[in-house]
């Protein structure tokens, strides 16, 4: 496996890593790889697309971080953040946050170690 040619990145936090502070981030360094904050995939599926994917052309490189249980969706959202020039598709396999949890996706829902490779 490659090696990541990022010496630097900052995590995906839920209501921080919005676009306004990635492009802040971006400021600070042109040399990070940022991560989006994690977007669900009901919100891609059933919101406002727009208002979740859209970001800053100068902020790139951004990982899109998705959270999600079903596969299928997972693939359709992947291909979304593809679709708006995201860097990198991030999957939440492991976030312990309680809402991650209540909401029955990340690795907590997942039956099988196997199952984030399913959607391939
Ligand atoms: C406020 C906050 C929000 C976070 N949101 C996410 C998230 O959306 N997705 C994720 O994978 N991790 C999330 N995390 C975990 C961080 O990305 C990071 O992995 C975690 O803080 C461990 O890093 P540390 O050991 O340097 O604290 C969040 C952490 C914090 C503090």
Known sequence: ???????LSVAPMMDWTDRHCRYFHRLLSRHALLYTEMVTTGALIHGDV???L??????QPV???????????????AKLGEQWGYEEINLNCGCPSERVQRGAFGRSSWP?????????
């Open 54 to 59: 859209r970001f800053n052309a100068e902020e």
């Open 1 to 7: 496996m490659a090696s990541s040619p990022w010496r």
């Open 63 to 77: 990982a899109l971080q998705l959270g999600g249980s079903e596969p299928a969706d997972l693939a359709h959202c």
């Open 50 to 52: 727009a208002r979740h």
């Open 112 to 120: 099988t170690a196997s199952r984030p490779w399913s959607m391939w």
